[in-house]
Each structure stands twice: as structure tokens, then as C-alpha cells.
């Protein structure tokens, strides 16, 4: 509605503006030129008193009120044509800078749209679709295979794995038993299951990651705009200058022939053209920010907070190492555990034969055990990959990582470890980042600790926050001290949706992200690449670099055009058309922006 209002109030100037010029240059009807600007000038100086008393009760200074004075300066002394110039210059700045801090609000929309909406309710043999609204605590329900989990609750049967990677951000399966608690969101896997409800809908994780969203959103980060720290200043040496200047000469026309030079509008233009500009430079990168006020932000972030599964790591599991126990070969290990595995949709069967080098070996009598592994029958002698347990009775040496284990002929010959792989370019982004001046960089992971910290320690990573969900990512960012804000988070999953919306800046890594990860994120990352990360943080650099230096030429430009203007060596539509030229001045810099450098 503001945006829609902005714009409204410039093509408003604009066609009021023409009927002007036709009444006197045509018509040759000069009163009535002057009684329409007139009129023009106090609607929108009364408008912008409003806004302006607004701002200051929110506690900030906003640039308007040296304009309100200069256009009401410049009509009180009959210089209505230069009141409008200077009314044409801010409701178009005005405009401008709502175009350049638009953002999509949909991701609320999103998560409800991703929620489950329905359940499989069990009484006795008889299964009803009832929607997810009506479920209560101690209904029987039934989840079959792919399904989400649609309410919190305990499992009556089992075993299953579940993928949590949504919620906690933990890509390797859990696998679940009878009596295990499961949380709504996540994905059941290839056994159905009966499950006790413990919450209802609205209770339940999934829902309450939507209300975590809906409290960020309504409690966003105070933050002042370059403009508005720059207008306290600028305003005072205006009013000095002009008051000096009438005083001096007697003559009002001299205070608004000063103020007409002294209209902030290098304040109001430069910075948001270069912010859209910089904006620009930023997509054609592959990273939309979805607001001018992002990177503003983000040039001035000194913590980095780094999801883990999916953002510094691949988000997949792939084969770490190949552990013999026996005199085979470790190729030979991997290619019975792969044969074995040959025809299970499961991730970590697909993970082993992708990793395999060899032909594999035909496999008869297959029996896959749900959440248990594999048997079957390979070059006469019976093969077994999977749960150390499945695959032999003697007690065998295992891992922290997830491990398929592996036995032939009833003989435990290994097994075969799994890790979510680091991506190459992380160790760089983070070496970047800090080469950018951002002093912290932490990682928040619902992963095991000792996992995170080896990750960490890959990458070069300064702190470490493990085993967190939602709600303990956004308090990690909330206990953060002063001296480490603001603060950007980045993710990619639904679980990172409420962290990105609390961070005074979220990114979304959105190539292969979660929607609602993105479209909570103040920006989004397009392509599956981490540095795009540190290149955000340095076109936000140089943007505010551009867009400071712009400001200041304009302020330098126009403080010398009011002390000239002040000796009444200016008539007020010449200043007014100075002004512009100043405007012009400002508005290519500010372009400079836009420029890969």
C-alpha cells in the first residue's frame, strides 16, 4: 500500500505539473497555475508532515522535513515553479526508494501451503481420510510409505526409518522403532507404520516452525537507514546557512532561494539508485536480494551463522571410506555390499552403488528387512549389508558415521562408512568472508556435535552450536552479543526458515532449497555454489561504498550551491534547475554501482 501510494503522489505531481504549464504558457493564465501548484504544494507538504511526525515518533529523523521547508519556503515567497521541481524530485525519489525495498511476503503462505493436510485415521480394520484439523491427542493413525508424519506422536509399530532433514537439518536417516517419538513434518519411509497422535495439528513441530516465522516477521530488527543518519547534519547546516542568509539581507526570498539548492534530494535518489543498482549487479550474479535495506545490512554484518547439511556440506551421503576387517580387498567389499544392495531404493544402497568401480555381481534370493538390511545369495554364498546387528552376532567396531556393515558366507567381513561431503568451495568462502571483515563465523547444525565439529574444522569455521532445532537456531542467534551484530544467517532447508527470518539478514541457498527457506530469506542464492555467499557480502560492500561516496558529492555540491545561493546571486528556479543538475551528478555516480569490479 505505501509503494502503491508513493507512486500514486508522483504521476499526481506530474499530471497536475502539465495542467500547470497549459494554464500559463498556453492560456496564459498565470493565477491559476499558481493557486493549482499552490494547492499541489500544501496537499503534499501536509502529507509529508504527517509521515513526518511519525518518524519521529518512532524514534528517527527522517529527511523530509528539509524539503516540507523548502516547499513551503519557495511558495510563501511566489516561487511556485520551483516548488514544483522540488516536489517532482521528492515524490519520484519517494517512489523510487519504495521500488527498490519491495520484498515477497509469501512465505508464511508457503509453509501452510507444504504442511500436511490430512490423515490416515485407523478404528480397528477401518481407515478414514479425516483432515489434519481434527485430529486429537490418542487417535490411531496410519502412515504409509513417502508420507509425512502428519501430528507429533509415538509409534505403535515399527521399525521405519524417518527422514528428519526438514525439521533438524540432519540428512542421513533415523531409523525408528515401536515406542520411538516422531515429529510432524517429518517423512516416513519404506514401511507403513501406526502411529499414537501426542499433539494435535496446531501443536505439533511442523506447525510451530510457521508460528516461529510469524514471531520474526513481527518483531524485525531496528535498523537506520544511510539516508536518515546523514539528514541531521545536512538538515542544521541547510537551516543555518538560510537563516544566516535572511537575517543577513532582510529579504525571505533569500532563505528560500537557499533552501530550494539545500532539497535533500541527493539524500532521497542517490542511495536507493544505488542500491538497485547494486541489486542488479547482485542477480546477475546469481543472488536476488529482495530489498535495498538487505544490503545495507549486509555490508555491515560482522557474525556469519552457516546451517551444516545442504549449506557448508553437499546434503547427500556419500561413501567415506571402505573398511575391510578380513584379507578382502576393500574394491571387493564395496562391490559385494553394492551387488547386495543392487535393487533397494534405500539412500544409502543407492550411495554404495554409485560409489562401486566394479561390474556387479548378480544377486538371487533378495530379502530386504525393513530398517534392517539386505540378504542375499552372491556367487553361491550368502551375503548380508546392513545394521551390524542384521549382519552377525559378534560384537564389531563401529564408526561415528552412518555405516552399512557387510558379512559373507556368515563371516563379518567389514563395513562400509558414509559422510555428508564438505563442498569445495566452503573452506574458500569462509577464507572470503573473512578476508571481507566479518570477525565471526559460527555454524548451527541439528547434526551430532562431533560431526559439526569436524566439519567446522574442515572449513575453518570459528564456533559451533550442535544438535539444534529450530527454536535453539533462533535462540543461538538471539543470545549473540552486541559486538557481533548484525548478524546473517544462512540455510536452505524448512527448518532454517524461522533462523533466516530472526537474522537482521537471511540468506537461502535456493538451488535446491526448501520454498519456504527462500522465500523467508531476505535473499537467495540461485545457484548451487557457497561463494555466491561472500560475493553477496562484497557487492553490498562496494554498493555502500558507491552509494556513501554519491551522497557526499551531492552534499558537498550542494552546500557550496547555498553559500553562493545565500549572497542572492541564485533566483530560486535557476537554484531549483541547479538542483537538478546536482541530482543528475549523483544519479551516475550512484549507477557506478551496478558495475562488476
Not at 502529507?47 to 519556503?73: C, H, N, P, Q, Y
Not at 504409509?144 to 527422514?163: I, Q, S
Not at 552450536?465 to 538471539?478: S, W
Not at 544467517?489 to 524448512?494: E, F, K, N, Q, T
Request: aromatic letters at 6%; one cysteine or more; proline letters at 4%.
Amino acid at each position: 500500500m505505501q509503494q502503491l501510494r508513493q507512486y500514486k503522489q508522483f504521476w499526481f505531481v506530474i499530471i497536475l505539473g502539465v495542467i500547470a504549464l497549459w494554464l500559463q504558457f498556453v492560456n496564459h493564465q498565470a493565477g491559476y497555475a499558481q493557486i493549482l501548484i499552490t494547492g499541489l504544494g500544501i496537499l503534499l507538504a501536509l502529507l509529508m508532515f504527517i509521515e513526518m511526525v511519525k518518524t519521529l515518533r518512532s524514534g528517527k529523523f527522517g529527511v523530509d522535513l528539509l524539503a516540507i521547508t523548502a516547499v513551503v519556503a519557495t511558495l510563501a515567497v511566489g516561487e511556485y515553479w520551483a516548488a514544483l521541481i522540488v516536489l517532482l524530485m521528492l515524490t519520484g525519489g519517494d517512489a523510487l526508494e519504495d521500488f527498490a525495498a519491495r520484498r515477497a511476503n509469501s512465505e508464511l503462505q508457503e509453509l501452510l501451503n507444504n504442511s500436511p493436510q490430512s490423515a490416515h485415521k485407523a478404528d480397528g480394520d477401518t481407515i478414514t481420510d479425516v483432515a489434519i484439523q481434527t485430529v486429537v491427542v490418542g487417535d490411531r493413525l496410519l502412515v504409509k510409505p513417502g508420507e509425512v508424519m502428519p501430528v507429533d506422536g509415538t509409534l505403535e509399530t515399527g521399525p521405519t526409518t524417518v527422514n528428519e532433514s526438514s525439521l533438524t537439518g540432519e540428512a542421513r536417516p533415523i531409523e525408528k522403532q515401536a515406542g520411538d517419538t516422531v515429529m510432524s513434518g517429518s517423512v516416513n519411509g519404506e514401511a507403513s507404520v501406526y502411529l499414537m497422535a501426542d499433539q494435535t495439528a496446531d501443536n505439533s513441530q511442523y506447525q510451530n516452525i510457521v508460528r516461529l516465522v510469524k514471531q520474526a516477521e513481527s518483531q524485525p530488527a531496528k535498523f537506520v537507514r544511510m539516508a536518515d543518519r546523514y539528514a541531521v547534519p545536512f538538515t542544521l547546516l541547510a537551516y543555518v546557512i538560510a537563516g544566516i542568509a535572511w537575517y543577513l539581507s532582510g529579504d525571505p526570498v533569500r532563505l528560500a532561494e537557499v533552501l530550494v539548492v539545500a532539497s535533500p534530494c541527493p539524500l532521497i535518489l542517490a542511495a536507493p539508485i544505488a542500491l538497485i543498482s547494486g541489486m542488479s549487479r547482485a542477480s546477475r550474479n546469481g543472488i536476488i536480494v529482495k530489498t535495498g535495506t538487505t544490503l545495507e545490512k549486509l555490508a555491515q554484518v560482522k557474525t556469519f551463522a552457516f546451517d551444516k547439511t545442504g549449506t557448508i556440506t553437499q546434503g547427500k551421503l556419500v561413501v567415506d571410506k571402505v573398511v575391510p576387517v578380513t584379507a578382502v580387498p576393500t574394491e571387493t567389499l564395496l562391490q559385494l555390499a553394492a551387488s547386495a544392495e543392487q535393487h533397494s531404493g534405500h539412500v544409502l544402497a543407492q550411495s554404495l552403488v554409485a560409489a562401486n568401480t566394479e561390474p556387479l555381481l548378480v544377486a538371487t534370493d533378495v530379502k530386504e528387512t525393513t530398517a534392517q538390511g539386505v540378504v542375499a545369495t552372491i556367487n553361491g554364498q550368502v551375503v548380508r549389508a546392513g545394521k551390524a546387528s542384521f549382519v552377525t552376532d559378534d560384537p564389531v567396531k563401529k564408526p561415528d558415521q552412518t555405516a552399512v556393515y557387510v558379512s559373507a558366507a556368515g563371516v563379518y567381513q567389514g563395513y562400509v562408512s558414509f559422510s555428508d561431503q564438505v563442498r569445495p568451495e566452503a573452506a574458500q568462502t569462509m577464507t572470503d568472508l573473512h578476508h571481507l571483515g566479518v570477525g565471526n563465523l559460527l555454524m548451527i547444525s541439528g547434526d551430532r556435535e562431533p560431526i559439526a565439529k569436524q566439519i567446522a574444522g574442515e572449513v575453518g569455521i570459528d564456533q559451533i552450536h550442535a544438535e539444534c532445532l529450530p527454536a535453539d537456531k533462533i535462540q543461538v542467534l538471539a543470545d549473540l552479543p552486541a559486538e557481533h551484530r548484525p548478524v546473517a544467517m544462512v540455510g536452505d532447508g524448512i527448518n532454517d526458515a524461522p533462523s533466516l527470518a530472526t537474522a537482521d539478514v537471511g540468506i537461502a541457498m535456493g538451488a535446491h532449497g526448501a520454498t519456504a527457506a527462500s522465500e523467508s530469506a531476505d535473499a537467495v542464492v540461485l545457484k548451487d555454489d557457497l561463494t555466491r555467499v561472500s560475493t553477496a557480502r562484497a557487492i553490498a560492500h562496494d554498493t555502500m561504498r558507491v552509494a556513501k561516496q554519491a551522497v557526499m558529492i551531492g552534499i558537498i555540491i550542494c552546500t557550496v550551491l547555498m553559500l553562493i545561493a545565500s549572497f542572492g546571486v541564485i533566483p530560486a528556479i535557476i537554484g531549483a534547475v541547479f538542483q537538478e543538475v546536482v541530482d543528475t551528478v549523483t544519479i551516475l555516480y550512484a549507477l557506478r554501482a551496478r558495475t562488476d569490479r
